[in-house]
């Protein structure tokens, strides 16, 4: 069976829940996935696949999901690599492919990455800090599109099948 990691990079638990749904789905599909933050992460040792997810903020991919792809790139260039971020706060994800930020597209250039995807965000009314309260006034909301990551993550395993042949 293959053996997938799915690394997150996450401040308010809405990309974790993402990692969490892409767990599920590649399980669902007979892959073995293991969903875990990417700071805690010290070694890829025994993973067949890797899957990064990061939230946006201030157009950038979180600082953890950079250093994991950044700290591992050796090992991540030695095995199938996905990417995705989560960010908008808008329902522009579930209308077209967004591009990924440039720093995440020299990462994903760097390592190989087989696909990227954006998929929405979330940020609640009563998030705390400064900006993050600011930013919640005009555009909170869940804008997380669970069958569209479920849809991806499918891809993901179909395309590991093929790997495993
Ligand atoms: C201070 C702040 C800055 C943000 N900047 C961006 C951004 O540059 N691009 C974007 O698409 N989303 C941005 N967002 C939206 C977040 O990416 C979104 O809320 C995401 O779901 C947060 O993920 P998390 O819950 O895993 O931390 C920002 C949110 C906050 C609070």
Same mark, same amino acid.
Do not use: F
């Given at each position: 069976?293959?053996? +997938?990691? $799915?690394?997150?990079?996450?401040?308010r638990g809405g990309t974790a829940e993402i990692a969490e749904w892409v767990g599920t789905t590649l399980r669902r599909m007979g892959v073995e996935a293991e969903?875990?933050?990417a700071g805690e992460v010290t070694a890829l040792d025994g993973y067949d696949a890797v899957v990064v997810g990061g939230a946006l903020y201030a157009g950038r991919w979180h600082g953890e999901a950079r250093r994991f792809v950044r700290r591992h790139a050796g090992a991540l260039e030695r +095995?199938? $690599?996905w990417l995705f971020s989560s960010g908008p706060?808008?329902?522009s994800a579930?209308?077209?492919?967004i591009e990924p930020v440039r720093g995440v597209a020299k990462l994903a250039r760097r390592v190989g990455a087989r696909g990227h995807a954006t998929f929405g965000g979330r940020l609640t009314a009563d998030a705390e800090g400064f900006l993050a309260s600011?930013?919640?006034r005009q555009s909170a909301g869940d804008y997380r599109d669970r069958d569209r990551?479920?849809?991806?993550?499918?891809g993901i395993a179909r395309e590991l099948q093929h790997v495993a042949v």
């Open positions: 069976m293959m053996r +997938v990691l $799915v690394a997150y990079a996450s401040d969903v875990r933050r +095995v199938p $690599v706060l808008d329902r579930g209308e077209r492919e600011r930013i919640a990551v479920a849809e991806w993550a499918a």
